[in-house]
């Protein structure tokens, strides 16, 4: 495996957010030439021995993931773990931790929808989760499409569900640290998921990546399907400015949600370490 290997290495099922099973992505990303791959569902491991089952079914090499919800400097940010021990106990126990919570944050979110006249929405949201300790703003999102309050889910998060926004409720996530330590712990590897995508100044973008790195983090998203052309460019830079390896994950989500799908990301640009690389003894290889 080498820098031009299609992998994909950020997605979610509906273990999480996503609409796919475990299954459906892993035939997918077989259908899409994708070389090696990795499930991440937010918080959450649930899904990884079918993932783990199904891309041996295909023959596709396959890492475990996860994406981490974090908070710092106030904002949320996301840590995906790669090639960890699933049955790991302190990042099963980390992960709990960092799930609870969300119920009542999702009913705020209601309360707040239904003074603004979008009532029921608790409810709604519900029919679209498939794992229950995971109901997620996606998941309102989907509710709010549906009940024709906004066209698509990307009007949904400009409208409602975001900071200021009717439907926002703060919540407290894990911290950096402990995101990292859980994951390295576990034998994997730290990655900073699509940085572009957080409203942080430079200098707490700077403090990000350098409190990250001290903690124990090696990795970071460069090409993403949440980044432009102008960002996989910046984003190399400062792979290299912070010695951290490189990662590519598409984060689809869904067929009619995600506009870049499994497998389908322009390669890495050259003189990057890939993170693949490093995780070589972790691939699930099929036999
Ligand atoms: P939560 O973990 O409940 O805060 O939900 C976060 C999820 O909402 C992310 O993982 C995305 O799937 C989705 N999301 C957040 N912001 C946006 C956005 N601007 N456009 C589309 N999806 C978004
Ligand atoms: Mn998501
Ligand atoms: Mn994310
Ligand atoms: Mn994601």
Known sequence: MNILTNADLHCHSDVSDGTLSPEALAARAKANGVELWALTDHDELGGQRRAMAAAAAHGLPYLTGTE???TFAGTTVHIVGLGVDPDHATLQAGLRATRGGRENRAREMATQLAAVGIPGAFEG?????????LISRTHFARFL?????????QEVFRH????????????RWAALGDA?????????????????????????????????REH????????????????????????????LYASRGSDFHSPEESHTDLGGLPDLPGALRPVWEALSHRVIRPH
């Open 216 to 243: 124990g983090g090696t990795g970071v998203e460069v090409v993403t399907g949440s980044h432009t052309a102008a960002e996989y460019v910046k984003y190399a830079e400062m792979a290299q400015e912070f010695g």
């Open 125 to 133: 949201a519900l029919q679209y989760v498939g794992n229950p300790d």
């Open 68 to 70: 981490i919800s974090v």
């Open 180 to 212: 990292v330590s859980w994951i390295t712990g576990a034998g994997g590897l730290a990655v900073i998921a699509h940085p572009a995508r957080y409203r942080l100044t430079p200098t707490e973008e700077y403090a990000l990546f350098s409190e990250f």
């Open 145 to 153: 499409v549906e009940a024709r309050v906004c066209a698509s889910t």
């Open 160 to 171: 409602y569900l975001t900071e200021g926004k009717p439907g926002f409720v703060p919540h």
